[in-house]
């Protein structure tokens, strides 16, 4: 079966049974797309703040209805010992607590939450090589935390009944 024709045989079946894409929900893409991302002047919250910029799709040109306050704990520990006990892996730990403000609001959360993210990488005797392994352990780190973050917000909006509504 040709691929085009397996996507609209597979929409078709999934509509029938009741299923709705998260996205198709009223307010979730323009509730995401009003979110200022306030993150920590650090790599890591820099890294976090440009993949959720992009995953929200944010208009810079349009005033914010909500700001997203990071909190970024990050452990890099080392996995896996050579037989000179020199680490051959590392392991990146990034814990990211978030809370959803309305800008003008309530100082209270609308919602807040978690995304905890492991990823580990090699540790090679290069020196460039091991800072760019740990560049590269940091990025996919962030970008898996911004994702988690992404679809957590998209449910709450999708589900959510207090989210105020942006107007398009």
Do not use: H, K
Request: aromatic share 6%; glycine share 8%; hydrophobic share 40%.
């Amino acid at each position: 079966m040709r691929p085009a024709l397996a996507a609209i045989a597979t929409t078709v079946l999934l509509s029938g049974c009741g299923f709705s894409p998260l996205y198709a929900q009223r307010g979730v893409t323009p509730g995401l797309s009003a979110i200022e991302v306030d993150a920590p002047q650090t790599r890591t919250g820099y890294l976090l703040r440009e993949e959720l910029d992009d995953a929200f799709a944010r208009n810079p040109g349009r005033a914010p209805l909500y700001r997203l306050a990071l909190r970024v704990d990050e452990d890099r520990r080392a996995r896996g010992l050579r037989i000179n006990d020199v680490a051959s892996r590392y392991e990146v730990l990034l814990r990211v607590d978030y809370s959803l403000l309305s800008v003008g609001g309530a100082a209270t959360p609308l919602t807040q939450g978690r995304a905890e993210v492991s990823v580990t990488y090699d540790a090679p005797d290069q020196p460039y090589a091991g800072i760019a392994a740990q560049t590269d352990g940091q990025e996919r780190a962030a970008a898996q935390a911004a994702q988690r973050i992404r679809l957590d917000l998209a449910r709450w909006f999708a589900l959510s009944e207090r989210a105020p509504r942006p107007t398009p």
